[in-house]
């Protein structure tokens, strides 16, 4: 299998190899799965932390989308509004006539007032309308261009307006805003910009000393796992591992612990966030999402949660390379 | 990574291969412990042939301990000289001493050290990687030495799984990996039982003749000595004295000192 050394001449000192990141990143992924009570602990650190973070963000974002959605009536309210004031005339027995320039409230429209008959209200649809006019709502600009060429299905937007069974449902939707203003009043949530200023400042620092709290975790983590590990280190240098493979180990394994942690905290914070503001606004929470706004949050806090963790373990990984192999000769444990 | 460094010749010394693998030349060695100038080491020179089977024996803080790292390159003297296959340890930087423990010098430790999260096989094979070889190779390779330590059944257990038999020879084997010149075995069955201890000698004894590498290790063991070529005596930093295995009194197990005193 090998020839005797005792008839080689010295083989020149060469240099040794640097190996290919795989390597290091098999032993390290062998590493984690093998010591998976202490990974999880630095992985719980970094789990609450994130999730801390990108539930606050997260409610962040929605209130202002929720601010947004009560100063700014969306464009299908002009629609409910247009039905309540059907209710309100067929209340009060007077006969309909109806603004469409209630189709959009600050919209001028070129048209003229167009007359409602309650009588033939029943009975249509707002599909049938779509069919007939292609997709609603337009612009009142289009819905009446539309109703012009087509006057026959003035009478069936009539009835989609006057649907008894909407009616209340558009009454609710267009107090909504007021409701939901009123709920958030109610739980504090601060509504002037001085309020919400002074509010961000206070998160922020409460962010700041959260993060700082989860990074001296994972700091404490992990030069508690180089100093269990002396021995298999020394080991390693006696084997003929160069510094710059052990710190690379290091850092591999808090990277995976990283990426797991930091995704494992986006799904629990988003999770619990969510959770929250469901309980507390219920649906209204969801009206107004700023959903590229979520996405910029959670890929902002992916990257502060894998680079926190990787910055936690790079002052362990420099002692770890430093140790010397005369360290897998110590015999206590 | 191809660069070489020519071994560096001792002056006046043999240009041809030396049948020395390791030589030391009035090696100092000082340490600072507490504003205290400790001389762990004082003039020792050795020289070990190749293929020898030689231990050091001496009492804690004779300086065994800091020789035994010196000449397996593991630390470096403050004064003199140590060349281990002629190449004088303290020209090469980290890249070269990483070579050399890498290729040249197969550890054993007292306490084993495998590594706990590598299965057997993948002990043996991790020297293999770190000196460049390829994967399916390295089984090969690893595959091979564990066979021949006998523990070909049990390549796929971990450390954990194993008894503290198996683990040592996982480590010999691990220590053969690279066909070094040299074995370093510091304690190899010091933690070991007696039959175990025995076995794990005579594998080292057996690997010793089989292969032509030198074995140097530390030991208190009476049955390790007793397989030695030579006993290599530290007392205060220097070298007590040097026995051969023709000259030892082996008596029921114990051995008598140089100053007639018995050594437990």
Known sequence: ?333 | MTETVQPVLPTGGPTALSEYTVRTIDVNRTDKMGGETVEALKGVSVSINRGEYISIMGPSGSGKSTLFNMVGGLDKPSEGKVYIDEVDIAQLDAYELAWMRCRKIGYIFQTFNLIPVMTALENVMLPMIFAGLNTADAQDKAFDILKRVELGHRIKNKPMEMSGGQQQRVAIARAFANDPTIILADEPTGNLDLNTGKLIIELLRGLNKEKGVTIISATHDHKMLAVSDRILWIRDGKVDKIQRREDLKIEEGTIEGAHGESLH
Not at chain 1, 58 to 75: A, D, K, L, Q, Y
Not at chain 1, 98 to 109: A, E, T
């Open chain 1, 1 to 333: 299998m090998t020839t005797p050394a005792m008839n080689q001449s010295p083989q020149p000192v060469q240099r040794q190899v640097k190996l290919p990141l795989t390597k290091a990143v098999e032993i390290a992924w062998k590493n984690i799965r093998m010591r998976l009570s202490r990974s999880l602990l630095v992985t719980s650190g970094i789990v609450l932390a994130l999730a801390f973070l990108i539930s606050i963000q997260t409610t962040e974002s929605m209130m202002v989308g929720m601010r947004t959605w009560i100063n700014e009536v969306p464009e299908s309210v002009a629609f409910d509004r247009l039905r309540w004031d059907v209710m309100r005339l067929t209340s009060e027995g007077k006969p309909l006539e109806v603004d469409l320039r209630n189709l959009s409230r600050g919209v001028k429209l070129k048209g003229n007032p167009v007359p409602f008959d309650a009588g033939k209200a029943f009975g249509s649809s707002l599909p049938e309308i779509q069919k007939e006019l292609g997709e609603l709502p337009g612009t009142p600009d289009e819905l009446l261009a539309a109703f012009a060429t087509k006057p026959e299905a003035v009478e069936k937007f009539k009835a989609w307006l006057s649907n008894a069974r909407q009616l209340p449902e558009a009454r609710d939707r267009l107090t909504a805003p007021q409701r939901l203003a009123a709920d958030m009043k109610k739980n504090g949530v601060p509504t002037t910009p001085e309020e919400i200023e002074s509010n961000r400042i206070q998160t922020r620092w409460l962010l700041g000393l959260a993060l700082l709290v989860a990074f001296v975790g994972i700091l404490n983590a992990m030069v508690m796992s180089v100093t269990e590990r002396f021995r298999e280190i020394g080991t390693m240098k006696c084997l003929g591992a160069l510094d710059s493979f052990i710190i690379r180990l290091f850092l591999i394994e808090s990277l995976f612990q990283g990426i797991v942690g930091t995704v494992l905290g986006l799904v629990v914070g988003l999770g619990m966030s969510a959770l929250a503001l469901t309980s507390t606004y219920g649906s209204f929470a969801w009206r107004n999402v700023p959903w590229s706004q979520l996405g910029g949050n959670v890929v902002f806090c992916f990257f502060v949660g894998v680079a926190l963790t990787v910055a936690g373990a790079l002052y362990p990984a420099w002692q770890a390379a430093r140790m010397e192999p005369i360290a897998a000769m110590r015999v206590e444990a």
